[in-house]
């Protein structure tokens, strides 16, 4: 089942997401319905807090995008109880990233290029790894989610107040998109 995804404006995406047990209800068919809206979407990530649960549970699908990048054929990944437990500061890079809970609104982010993690997949078995490269980015961009942040917070005052119209219009549901979404209004 396709689900709206929330837009920015909804006090959800500004919660910190709780960690879940494998007693979560219909855990199995809410990570499928993730799934399914975000190919619906055509992104390569989400956070359960986009669509309205304030747990901690992300899907990435770098799959879409290995024409581009060969090294994520396949690369199809659901985290749950996803923390990061260390940035390496050492090297960073900026890249445009966009979001589908900000639609229209694509703006460059400065990130650490490794970082380490810790959490669950499907069936509760847990990792403790270094990612580096760009599922390290994608991974810091939805597990900031899980903390009640989105993109734009880490943009520079001068930046947001560039983008200030975009954001104001967004909050104000003054947007297309071409997905199904869920506003403030």
């Not at 901690?56 to 923390?83: C, M, Q």
Request: net charge negative.
């Amino acid at each position: 089942m396709i689900l709206p995804i929330y837009t920015l404006g909804q006090p959800v995406l500004r919660q910190v997401a709780e960690d879940i047990t494998p007693e979560y209800p219909e855990l199995k068919q809410l990570i499928s319905n993730m799934y399914e809206t975000l190919e619906q979407s055509e992104g390569i990530g989400l956070a359960a807090p986009q669509i309205g649960l304030p747990i901690r549970l992300v899907i990435i699908n770098l799959d879409l995008i290995s024409e581009d990048l060969p090294e994520y054929k396949g690369y199809i990944h659901t985290f749950i109880n996803p923390h990061i437990i260390e940035f390496d500061n050492t090297e960073t890079d900026s890249m445009e990233e966009g979001c589908l809970s900000l639609p229209g609104i694509h703006e460059p982010v400065r990130r650490p290029t490794r970082i380490h993690v810790k959490y669950l997949d499907e069936e509760f078995n847990e990792h403790d790894e270094w990612v580096d490269g760009y599922l390290a980015r994608v991974m810091q961009h939805e597990f900031d989610h899980l903390e009640g942040k989105v993109f734009v917070d880490h943009l520079s005052m001068l930046r947001k107040q560039m983008i200030k119209g975009k954001l104001s219009n967004l909050l104000k549901g003054n947007f297309r998109c071409s997905y199904k979404v869920k506003t403030k209004r």
